[in-house]
Protein backbone atom coordinates (compact mmCIF):
# COMPACT_ATOMS: atom_id res chain seq x y z
CA UNK A 1 0.00 0.00 0.00
CA UNK A 2 1.25 3.31 -0.91
CA UNK A 3 2.09 5.67 1.67
CA UNK A 4 0.73 9.15 2.25
CA UNK A 5 3.35 11.33 3.33
CA UNK A 6 1.22 14.41 4.10
CA UNK A 7 0.35 12.11 7.12
CA UNK A 8 0.30 15.59 8.23
CA UNK A 9 -1.98 17.01 6.24
CA UNK A 10 -0.47 17.57 2.82
CA UNK A 11 -0.02 14.91 0.73
CA UNK A 12 2.99 14.16 -1.92
CA UNK A 13 0.75 11.78 -3.86
CA UNK A 14 0.22 12.40 -7.90
CA UNK A 15 -3.16 12.95 -7.52
CA UNK A 16 -2.93 15.75 -5.14
CA UNK A 17 0.57 17.27 -6.12
CA UNK A 18 -0.80 17.28 -9.50
CA UNK A 19 -3.93 19.89 -8.59
CA UNK A 20 -0.94 22.63 -6.87
CA UNK A 21 0.63 24.57 -8.64
CA UNK A 22 4.46 24.03 -9.01
CA UNK A 23 6.60 25.94 -6.57
CA UNK A 24 9.40 28.54 -8.11
CA UNK A 25 13.21 27.22 -7.18
CA UNK A 26 13.26 28.96 -4.31
CA UNK A 27 15.68 31.40 -3.35
CA UNK A 28 17.95 28.99 -0.72
CA UNK A 29 17.99 26.42 -3.40
CA UNK A 30 19.51 29.02 -5.71
CA UNK A 31 21.72 30.09 -3.26
CA UNK A 32 22.84 27.17 -2.33
CA UNK A 33 23.24 25.99 -5.71
CA UNK A 34 25.08 29.20 -7.18
CA UNK A 35 27.02 29.85 -3.45
CA UNK A 36 30.30 28.46 -2.51
CA UNK A 37 30.60 25.21 -1.93
CA UNK A 38 33.34 24.45 0.11
CA UNK A 39 33.70 20.82 1.85
CA UNK A 40 36.74 19.98 4.48
CA UNK A 41 37.40 16.78 4.86
CA UNK A 42 39.36 15.79 8.21
CA UNK A 43 40.48 12.14 7.71
CA UNK A 44 40.94 11.65 11.40
CA UNK A 45 37.24 12.68 12.72
CA UNK A 46 35.78 12.18 9.31
CA UNK A 47 33.61 15.25 9.67
CA UNK A 48 32.55 16.95 6.40
CA UNK A 49 32.56 20.66 6.87
CA UNK A 50 30.23 22.66 4.52
CA UNK A 51 29.24 26.54 4.10
CA UNK A 52 27.20 26.07 1.27
CA UNK A 53 26.45 23.06 -0.20
CA UNK A 54 25.80 21.95 -2.89
CA UNK A 55 23.17 19.29 -2.34
CA UNK A 56 20.38 21.16 -1.02
CA UNK A 57 19.81 21.81 -4.39
CA UNK A 58 19.32 18.26 -4.67
CA UNK A 59 16.60 18.08 -2.31
CA UNK A 60 13.66 16.64 -4.85
CA UNK A 61 15.90 13.99 -5.96
CA UNK A 62 16.42 12.90 -2.51
CA UNK A 63 13.20 13.01 -1.68
CA UNK A 64 11.68 11.02 -4.54
CA UNK A 65 14.40 8.72 -3.62
CA UNK A 66 12.93 8.39 0.13
CA UNK A 67 9.56 8.53 -1.13
CA UNK A 68 10.36 5.53 -3.34
CA UNK A 69 11.94 3.43 -0.21
CA UNK A 70 8.95 4.08 1.96
CA UNK A 71 6.57 3.24 -0.18
CA UNK A 72 8.09 0.56 -1.57
CA UNK A 73 11.48 -0.25 -0.67
CA UNK A 74 13.37 -1.24 2.43
CA UNK A 75 11.79 1.57 4.09
CA UNK A 76 8.09 0.37 4.00
CA UNK A 77 7.81 -0.44 7.61
CA UNK A 78 8.34 2.67 10.51
CA UNK A 79 7.02 2.88 13.62
CA UNK A 80 5.81 6.49 13.19
CA UNK A 81 3.80 4.69 10.35
CA UNK A 82 1.37 3.33 13.14
CA UNK A 83 2.86 4.76 16.36
CA UNK A 84 2.95 8.95 14.91
CA UNK A 85 0.73 11.41 15.78
CA UNK A 86 -1.70 11.17 13.61
CA UNK A 87 -2.10 7.30 13.61
CA UNK A 88 -2.70 7.50 17.25
CA UNK A 89 -5.02 10.49 16.67
CA UNK A 90 -7.22 8.42 14.47
CA UNK A 91 -6.75 5.43 16.14
CA UNK A 92 -8.41 7.09 19.23
CA UNK A 93 -10.94 9.53 17.85
CA UNK A 94 -12.14 6.54 15.52
CA UNK A 95 -14.62 8.63 13.20
CA UNK A 96 -14.51 11.72 14.79
CA UNK A 97 -11.84 12.85 12.46
CA UNK A 98 -12.74 16.42 11.73
CA UNK A 99 -13.96 16.72 15.61
CA UNK A 100 -12.92 18.02 18.86
CA UNK A 101 -11.45 14.73 20.01
CA UNK A 102 -9.26 14.14 16.91
CA UNK A 103 -8.14 17.73 17.41
CA UNK A 104 -7.19 17.35 20.68
CA UNK A 105 -6.05 14.05 20.74
CA UNK A 106 -3.51 15.06 18.50
CA UNK A 107 -1.74 17.84 20.35
CA UNK A 108 -1.67 15.02 23.27
CA UNK A 109 0.29 12.41 20.84
CA UNK A 110 2.14 15.34 20.06
CA UNK A 111 2.59 16.59 23.56
CA UNK A 112 3.85 13.41 24.78
CA UNK A 113 6.18 12.26 22.18
CA UNK A 114 9.20 14.47 22.36
CA UNK A 115 12.39 12.50 23.81
CA UNK A 116 10.15 9.33 23.79
CA UNK A 117 10.00 6.30 21.43
CA UNK A 118 7.06 5.94 19.42
CA UNK A 119 6.39 2.79 21.33
CA UNK A 120 6.20 4.44 24.29
CA UNK A 121 4.53 7.48 23.22
CA UNK A 122 1.49 5.06 21.66
CA UNK A 123 1.47 3.01 25.02
CA UNK A 124 1.18 6.27 27.25
CA UNK A 125 -1.79 7.83 25.15
CA UNK A 126 -3.71 4.34 24.87
CA UNK A 127 -3.35 4.45 28.88
CA UNK A 128 -4.95 8.03 28.75
CA UNK A 129 -7.86 6.72 26.03
CA UNK A 130 -8.74 4.12 28.63
CA UNK A 131 -8.45 6.26 31.32
CA UNK A 132 -11.01 8.74 30.03
CA UNK A 133 -13.40 5.58 28.89
CA UNK A 134 -16.54 5.05 28.52
CA UNK A 135 -15.67 8.67 27.51
CA UNK A 136 -13.54 9.62 24.54
CA UNK A 137 -10.62 11.38 25.34
CA UNK A 138 -11.58 15.21 24.95
CA UNK A 139 -9.99 18.23 26.84
CA UNK A 140 -13.31 17.91 28.85
CA UNK A 141 -12.76 14.59 29.76
CA UNK A 142 -8.98 14.97 30.46
CA UNK A 143 -9.38 17.70 32.68
CA UNK A 144 -11.56 15.65 35.31
CA UNK A 145 -8.42 14.12 36.19
CA UNK A 146 -5.79 14.60 38.33
CA UNK A 147 -1.92 15.03 38.04
CA UNK A 148 -1.17 11.89 39.74
CA UNK A 149 -3.68 9.74 37.60
CA UNK A 150 -2.48 10.97 34.32
CA UNK A 151 1.41 10.92 35.40
CA UNK A 152 0.56 6.98 36.89
CA UNK A 153 -0.67 6.21 32.90
CA UNK A 154 1.88 7.78 31.22
CA UNK A 155 5.37 7.19 33.30
CA UNK A 156 7.10 5.08 30.18
CA UNK A 157 7.48 8.28 28.65
CA UNK A 158 10.28 10.67 29.36
CA UNK A 159 9.75 13.81 31.49
CA UNK A 160 6.58 12.39 32.44
CA UNK A 161 5.58 14.32 35.58
CA UNK A 162 6.24 17.37 33.10
CA UNK A 163 4.07 16.19 30.56
CA UNK A 164 1.55 15.12 32.86
CA UNK A 165 1.30 18.56 34.15
CA UNK A 166 1.29 20.07 30.22
CA UNK A 167 -0.99 18.13 29.34
CA UNK A 168 -3.66 19.05 32.34
CA UNK A 169 -3.00 22.48 31.75
CA UNK A 170 -3.57 22.04 28.23
CA UNK A 171 -6.93 20.58 28.84
CA UNK A 172 -7.86 23.27 31.37
CA UNK A 173 -6.83 25.73 28.61
CA UNK A 174 -8.83 24.30 25.68
CA UNK A 175 -11.97 24.31 28.08
CA UNK A 176 -11.82 27.69 29.57
CA UNK A 177 -10.28 29.78 26.50
CA UNK A 178 -11.37 27.62 23.44
CA UNK A 179 -14.50 26.11 24.03
CA UNK A 180 -13.12 22.69 24.80
CA UNK A 181 -11.37 22.73 21.36
CA UNK A 182 -7.98 23.93 20.17
CA UNK A 183 -6.81 27.62 19.34
CA UNK A 184 -7.52 29.10 16.30
CA UNK A 185 -4.70 30.06 15.74
CA UNK A 186 -0.96 28.83 16.30
CA UNK A 187 0.41 31.78 17.93
CA UNK A 188 -2.58 30.67 20.80
CA UNK A 189 -1.07 27.26 20.73
CA UNK A 190 2.51 28.44 21.06
CA UNK A 191 1.58 29.89 24.42
CA UNK A 192 0.37 26.59 26.00
CA UNK A 193 3.36 25.61 28.45
CA UNK A 194 5.16 23.05 26.98
CA UNK A 195 4.51 23.61 23.63
CA UNK A 196 7.09 24.95 21.02
CA UNK A 197 7.37 25.04 17.91
CA UNK A 198 7.91 21.43 17.13
CA UNK A 199 4.88 20.15 18.96
CA UNK A 200 2.88 23.15 17.84
CA UNK A 201 3.54 23.19 14.05
CA UNK A 202 2.80 18.99 14.17
CA UNK A 203 -0.24 19.31 15.83
CA UNK A 204 -2.09 22.10 13.61
CA UNK A 205 -0.16 20.53 10.28
CA UNK A 206 -2.20 16.91 11.69
CA UNK A 207 -5.38 18.46 13.58
CA UNK A 208 -6.02 21.43 11.26
CA UNK A 209 -4.30 20.89 7.91
CA UNK A 210 -2.43 24.13 8.22
CA UNK A 211 1.60 23.87 7.88
CA UNK A 212 3.11 27.18 9.86
CA UNK A 213 6.53 25.58 10.34
CA UNK A 214 7.98 22.06 9.81
CA UNK A 215 8.51 20.02 12.64
CA UNK A 216 11.97 19.16 13.03
CA UNK A 217 13.01 16.11 15.56
CA UNK A 218 16.25 14.39 15.83
CA UNK A 219 15.76 12.56 12.90
CA UNK A 220 15.07 15.03 10.44
CA UNK A 221 17.89 17.41 11.86
CA UNK A 222 20.13 14.22 11.23
CA UNK A 223 19.11 13.37 7.64
CA UNK A 224 19.05 17.09 6.15
CA UNK A 225 22.12 17.29 7.24
CA UNK A 226 23.75 14.08 6.22
CA UNK A 227 22.07 14.93 2.53
CA UNK A 228 23.57 18.44 3.18
CA UNK A 229 20.46 20.41 3.04
CA UNK A 230 21.30 22.42 6.15
CA UNK A 231 24.59 22.96 7.88
CA UNK A 232 23.36 22.89 11.37
CA UNK A 233 25.27 19.46 12.95
CA UNK A 234 27.70 21.16 14.56
CA UNK A 235 25.05 23.97 16.17
CA UNK A 236 26.56 24.19 19.92
CA UNK A 237 23.29 24.92 20.73
CA UNK A 238 19.33 24.54 19.32
CA UNK A 239 20.65 22.34 16.67
CA UNK A 240 16.98 21.34 15.40
CA UNK A 241 15.72 24.79 15.61
CA UNK A 242 18.62 26.33 13.16
CA UNK A 243 17.73 23.34 11.42
CA UNK A 244 13.80 23.96 11.30
CA UNK A 245 14.79 27.95 9.79
CA UNK A 246 16.98 26.42 7.18
CA UNK A 247 14.61 23.90 6.08
CA UNK A 248 11.71 26.46 5.60
CA UNK A 249 14.32 28.43 3.11
CA UNK A 250 14.79 25.58 0.86
CA UNK A 251 11.46 23.13 0.91
CA UNK A 252 8.45 24.96 -0.78
CA UNK A 253 5.84 25.37 1.86
CA UNK A 254 3.48 22.50 0.24
CA UNK A 255 6.56 20.04 1.00
CA UNK A 256 6.80 20.82 5.22
CA UNK A 257 3.65 19.35 6.34
CA UNK A 258 5.55 15.69 4.88
CA UNK A 259 9.19 16.46 5.96
CA UNK A 260 8.46 14.97 9.57
CA UNK A 261 6.75 11.65 8.33
CA UNK A 262 9.04 10.99 5.21
CA UNK A 263 12.34 11.80 7.00
CA UNK A 264 11.56 10.01 10.49
CA UNK A 265 9.98 6.93 8.53
CA UNK A 266 13.05 7.26 6.51
CA UNK A 267 15.35 7.65 9.90
CA UNK A 268 13.83 4.67 11.59
CA UNK A 269 14.51 2.48 9.01
CA UNK A 270 17.10 2.84 7.06
CA UNK A 271 19.03 6.45 7.80
CA UNK A 272 19.50 5.19 11.56
CA UNK A 273 22.11 7.18 13.51
CA UNK A 274 24.00 5.37 14.74
CA UNK A 275 24.66 2.91 11.86
CA UNK A 276 22.97 3.90 8.83
CA UNK A 277 21.79 1.12 5.91
CA UNK A 278 23.47 2.57 3.68
CA UNK A 279 23.50 -1.30 1.74
CA UNK A 280 19.67 -0.53 1.41
CA UNK A 281 19.69 2.81 0.74
CA UNK A 282 19.15 4.40 -2.70
CA UNK A 283 21.30 7.14 -2.21
CA UNK A 284 24.36 5.59 -1.47
CA UNK A 285 26.06 6.01 -4.75
CA UNK A 286 28.51 8.65 -6.01
CA UNK A 287 26.88 11.74 -6.78
CA UNK A 288 23.78 11.36 -4.48
CA UNK A 289 24.59 14.34 -2.89
CA UNK A 290 24.82 12.09 0.91
CA UNK A 291 27.53 14.21 2.80
CA UNK A 292 27.87 11.07 5.42
CA UNK A 293 28.36 8.79 2.32
CA UNK A 294 30.59 10.85 0.56
CA UNK A 295 32.35 10.68 4.20
CA UNK A 296 32.62 7.03 4.63
CA UNK A 297 33.56 6.28 1.10
CA UNK A 298 36.32 8.82 1.61
CA UNK A 299 37.49 7.45 4.52
CA UNK A 300 37.87 3.69 4.14
CA UNK A 301 39.70 4.69 0.42
CA UNK A 302 42.55 6.22 2.42
CA UNK A 303 42.54 3.57 4.88
CA UNK A 304 42.97 0.69 1.94
S1 LIG B 1 23.82 7.97 5.30
FE1 LIG B 1 23.50 6.06 4.15
S2 LIG B 1 21.36 5.55 4.60
FE2 LIG B 1 21.60 7.73 5.11
S3 LIG B 1 21.00 8.83 3.24
FE3 LIG B 1 23.23 8.52 3.17
S4 LIG B 1 23.52 6.65 1.96
FE4 LIG B 1 21.37 6.69 2.67
Given at each position: ?8 S ?9 R ?31 RA ?5 Q????W????E ?31 K ?11 L????KD ?17 D ?11 E ?8 T????V ?45 R????G ?10 A ?9 Q?K ?9 A ?33 L ?7 S??L ?11 S?
Amino acid sequence: MLKNFAANSISTTPGKAARRKAHPMHLGVLLATFGVFSLRHSSSSSVFVQRASASSAQWPAHWAAIEEMRTSGAGVASPVDTMGAEALAISGAGSYRQGKAFRFQTLVSCMLSPQTKDAQTAAAFRNLVELCKPLDMTSDALARFTEEDVQERIKMTSFYKVKAKNLLNAAHLCNDKYEGDLPLRIEQLLEFPGVGPKVGFLTFSIARGEDHGICVDTHVHRIANRLGWVNTIQAKSNGPEKSRKALELILPKEKWGAVNGLLVGFGQSICEAKRPKCNLCLLAKEGSGCLHYGALNASSSSSS
